[in-house]
């Protein structure tokens, strides 16, 4: 279902703007296009977009009528789209299709209720949602039809990601996940907004991995979080056990070991994150990386656990301070604290080496040294914004459950400012990181240059999808209450 639905969108976000698809005009790629969409237009859940599908189709064989697509037989330039040792044509196929794109009814098929019930499509959510997205800076000049779009594709993957839900974590003392319904259009509409065109395997796994991250943010804030100084010293040492154990036992499939008996309580804490250690290393899709890329996914995963950790810690000295307008003792000055801390406890950039796996077939992933730094200095940047915006939308949550926040550390001088001035102060920060982050993308669009091209897309569409959370919070904080 996602796959058609993909070809649906991509078919029509390639149309040109005289009604024609290819690159010249063809009309036998125009023919092709018109056929897909009268075939896919049959489709149950495609109703809310249903108009555009319409549009499209008509346009196109207003553009085969106006070029004559009939009655010119004589096969031009812009026909030969065929490839053999030359690029050429046949006229008795292209013109079967140009008839068969003419005469299609559309829809081509009508469907009965046992397939309409295979998907569930909410469209008042999918309206709600169209709403709420079209008021972001990234999606603000998009046509309404192509959120629409994206949000359906993201609700395609929602069944199965449903089934992944409970695979890592088992929830315990953990509130309703409302960030769950986000998840999925967090990468379908990233992926359809610069036509990068992942492919669903691809944009599946991303999903699981964005949805694990913010269960282990949920595990953290919610159950590592109720110890105390103890739970934090040992946790730590666990997880340099943790990882320890996964360097000698990874030529044996990547399986993590427990190790010593502990209390019931920091028991179940190991026994969580080694299972989702496991998940994470041995996950099916990254085995055919590079130990190089592998090894670099293990860092970052070492650097995640022990963020958040670090994070727990200041969060306790920061209950036991009392008031929460400034940290009394900060672990570090804001800078350094940001740029390391604060931007592994993010997960970024474990979910990129995640992703730089995912594409890997035993060689690494990218082909220079130069390359690879400029793509880790885009990721660094881009975690920092994630994480000031992250502070922008929680500032009264973190308050509450004291939480350490950037704007709590005296840098801000926070105790004669009111929040909308703190804020602002931020938001000044997260400007200056978005120019470095700029200037990166630009090095590494040269760097990578039009052979390496996919590299540069791929980091796009990994920016994007984080970016949708940096605007999404400044107008909702979508961390979970516990």
């Known amino acids: 279902m996602v796959v058609l639905f993909q070809i649906l969108t991509r078919t029509l976000q390639q149309q040109s703007e005289d009604g024609s698809w290819g690159v010249s005009g063809s009309r036998e790629e125009t023919a092709y296009a018109i056929i897909t969409?009268?075939?896919?237009?049959?489709?149950?859940?495609?109703?809310?977009?249903?108009?555009?599908?319409?549009?499209?189709?008509?346009?196109?064989?207003?553009?085969?009528k106006s070029i004559k697509a009939l009655e010119d037989i004589k096969l031009t330039p812009s026909d030969y789209i065929w490839a053999g040792k030359v690029s050429y044509g046949v006229e008795n196929v292209c013109h079967s299709y140009v008839v068969g794109a003419l005469n299609a009814p559309v829809?081509?098929?009508?469907?009965?209720?046992?397939?309409?019930?295979?998907?569930?499509i909410p469209s008042k959510r999918v309206s709600s949602f169209t709403k709420f997205y079209a008021k972001l800076p990234?999606?603000?000049?998009?046509?309404?039809?192509?959120?629409?779009?994206?949000?359906?594709?993201?609700?395609?993957?929602?069944?199965?990601?449903e089934k992944m839900r409970l695979g890592v974590f088992n929830r315990g003392g953990m509130d309703e996940d409302k960030y769950f319904e986000?998840?999925?259009?967090?990468?379908?509409?990233?992926?359809?907004?610069?036509?990068?065109?992942?492919?669903?395997?691809t944009l599946f796994d991303m999903m699981i991995i964005s949805m694990v991250n913010y269960q282990v943010d949920e595990f953290f804030d919610g159950v590592v979080a109720r110890g105390d100084m103890s739970t934090i010293a040992l946790?730590?040492?666990?997880?340099?056990?943790?990882?320890?154990?996964?360097?000698?036992?990874?030529?044996?499939?990547?399986?993590?070991?427990?190790?010593?008996?502990?209390?019931?309580?920091?028991?179940?804490?190991?026994n969580q994150l080694s299972e989702f250690l496991n998940f994470v290393v041995s996950y099916p899709r990254?085995?055919?990386?590079?130990?190089?890329?592998?090894?670099?996914?293990?860092?970052e995963l070492k650097s995640y656990l022990l963020a958040h950790t670090q994070q727990c810690e200041d969060s306790i000295k920061l209950r036991r301070q009392g008031s929460q307008k400034i940290c009394n003792a900060p672990p570090s000055s804001y800078m350094r604290w940001v740029r390391n801390t604060a931007s592994d406890h993010l997960s970024s950039q474990y979910a990129f080496a995640f992703m730089v796996c995912l594409f890997g077939n035993q060689v690494d992933y990218f082909p220079s040294s130069e390359i690879r730094f400029i793509g880790q200095d885009c990721c660094t940047h881009l975690s920092v914004i994630c994480r000031m915006f992250n502070?922008?939308?929680?500032l009264d949550r973190d308050r509450k459950e004291s939480n350490l926040n950037s704007m709590f550390f005296p840098e801000f001088d926070g105790k004669g400012k009111t929040d909308a001035e703190l804020r602002t102060e931020l938001v000044k920060l997260a400007k200056y990181e978005r120019k470095c982050l700029a200037l990166s993308f630009n090095e590494l669009a040269a760097a990578c240059g039009d052979r390496y091209r996919r590299i540069y897309d791929m980091m796009r569409l990994f920016y994007n999808a984080s970016e949708i959370y940096t605007e999404v919070y400044e107008v909702k904080d979508l961390s979970t209450w516990h």
């Open 107 to 120: 829809p081509q098929y009508l469907l009965g209720p046992r397939v309409s019930g295979l998907v569930n």
């Open 286 to 299: 990254i085995q055919s990386a590079s130990p190089n890329d592998k090894a670099q996914l293990h860092l």
């Open 235 to 270: 946790l730590r040492r666990n997880i340099e056990k943790l990882f320890s154990d996964l360097d000698t036992y990874s030529s044996k499939g990547n399986s993590v070991n427990g190790f010593e008996e502990l209390p019931t309580y920091d028991q179940d804490i190991y």
């Open 37 to 64: 969409l009268a075939n896919v237009d049959s489709l149950p859940f495609v109703t809310p977009i249903a108009s555009q599908i319409e549009s499209a189709i008509s346009r196109g064989r207003k553009y085969l």
């Open 391 to 394: 502070d922008y939308g929680s």
């Open 182 to 201: 986000y998840l999925p259009f967090s990468w379908t509409g990233p992926n359809g907004l610069e036509n990068t065109n992942a492919g669903a395997q």
């Open 138 to 161: 990234m999606f603000a000049n998009i046509d309404t039809w192509k959120i629409k779009a994206w949000l359906i594709e993201g609700y395609l993957f929602l069944p199965d990601l």
